[in-house]
Nanobody, 115 residues
Framework: QVQLVESGGGLVQPGGSLRLSCAAS????????MDWYRQAPGKQRELVAG???????NYADSVKGRFTISRDNAKNTVNLQMNSLKPEDTAVYYC?????????WGQGTQVTVSS
């Protein structure tokens, strides 16, 4: 089993920044992709950003140029630096990792962008 613990969510004003972190622990032999998803009320969960074990990244069009994903393979962590936040970024953000034994989800962390 793999456990994921997310942190860093909170309330921020429009234009502000937050940094989300996700730490994986447990029976980890190798982590392939590490992704961040989000789900706003009444909407489907969507992929925000992803990073492969080799460091290749991809982003949703809505966050390109504002969010940056990074990972530390030695520590099994993935981060999401979110700048220039907008009210439409408000959602619960989830970490997802792909390992040899399957995909695992974190519990989610709330991000609220409001004045």
């Amino acid at each position: 089993q793999v456990q994921l613990v997310e942190s860093g969510g909170g309330l921020v004003q429009p234009g502000g920044s937050l940094r989300l972190s996700c730490a994986a622990s447990g029976s980890i032999f190798k982590i392939y992709a590490m992704d961040w998803y989000r789900q706003a009320p009444g909407k489907q969960r969507e992929l925000v950003a992803g990073i492969t074990s080799g460091g290749s990244t991809n982003y949703a069009d809505s966050v390109k140029g504002r969010f940056t994903i990074s990972r530390d393979n030695a520590k099994n962590t993935v981060n999401l630096q979110m700048n220039s936040l907008k009210p439409e970024d408000t959602a619960v953000y989830y970490c997802n990792v792909a390992t040899m034994t399957g995909h695992y989800w974190g519990q989610g962390t709330q991000v609220t962008v409001s004045s």
